[in-house]
């Protein structure tokens, strides 16, 4: 089957990089995407990784690395409105499920 | 270009009752993706539909059904409702049936009683 680790909880200062891991076991792996997700929202697409290396879009960065089915998501200058959850997702043909979510990291950032 | 849409917001049920929900996907997006979120637990992966046939199916019994129309839109039906389906449920739509980048809508609150 397919699993993946997050950490439960992160706590950050405002201004701070926070790191987010994630290791994932699973078969046909297509890729790892990442999700935020605020309190009482729906998840919002933040990058996705196919192949091994670094992704940047703005503050946040993504790296995969298929060898260590590892993968982290890297939030720079850290504001008060990226408290929330994030989830990492493994895209593959393993079984015939498509998608499988982590069970979140929710992040707090402190002034 | 117009965002995913899902209705109704919310909806409480008794056990024992059928529901349906709605989905719009993004225009162009051929695949839509139904999905699961009890309170403080990642979305589980229901089913997929691409080009309006089921693609992909997480370990949901069959009283989960869902369809996917020609206009974008779709549908998921829950038949039997039992206490342990409540839950938030969310449609994600996306351009490729791998599902590596999925918009999802703001969800549907469900709760049974």
């Known amino acids: 089957g397919q699993s993946l680790e997050q950490p439960s909880e992160v706590t950050a200062v405002e201004g701070a990089i926070v790191q987010i891991n994630c290791t994932y076991q699973?078969?046909?792996?297509?890729?790892l995407s990442w999700y935020q997700q605020h309190d009482g929202g729906a998840p919002t697409f933040l990058s996705y990784n196919g192949l091994d290396g670094l992704e940047e879009t703005g503050r946040f960065s993504s790296f995969l690395s298929r060898s260590d089915s590892y993968g982290y998501l890297l939030l720079q200058e850290l504001q008060m409105k990226d408290s929330a959850s994030y989830f990492c997702a493994v895209s593959h043909s393993g079984g015939y499920q498509k998608v499988t979510f982590g069970t979140g990291t929710k992040l707090q950032v402190i002034p | 270009e117009t965002g995913v849409t899902q209705s109704p917001t919310h909806l409480i049920k008794t056990r024992g009752q059928q529901v349906t929900l709605r989905c719009s996907s993004q225009s162009g997006h051929n695949t839509v993706s139904w999905y699961q979120q009890a309170l403080g637990q990642g979305p589980q992966f229901i089913f997929q539909?691409?080009?309006?046939?089921?693609?992909g199916r997480g370990n949901f019994p069959p009283r989960f059904s869902g369809l996917q129309f020609p206009n974008y839109s779709s549908e998921l039906n829950v038949n039997a409702l039992e206490l342990d389906d409540s839950a938030l449920y969310l449609c994600?739509?996306?351009?490729?049936?791998?599902?590596?980048?999925?918009?999802f809508g703001p969800g549907t609150r469900l709760t049974v009683t």
């Open positions: 699973t078969s046909g792996f297509y890729g």
């Open positions: 539909y691409y080009r309006e046939e089921e693609n």
């Open positions: 994600a739509s996306s351009l490729d049936p791998r599902g590596n980048e999925q918009y």
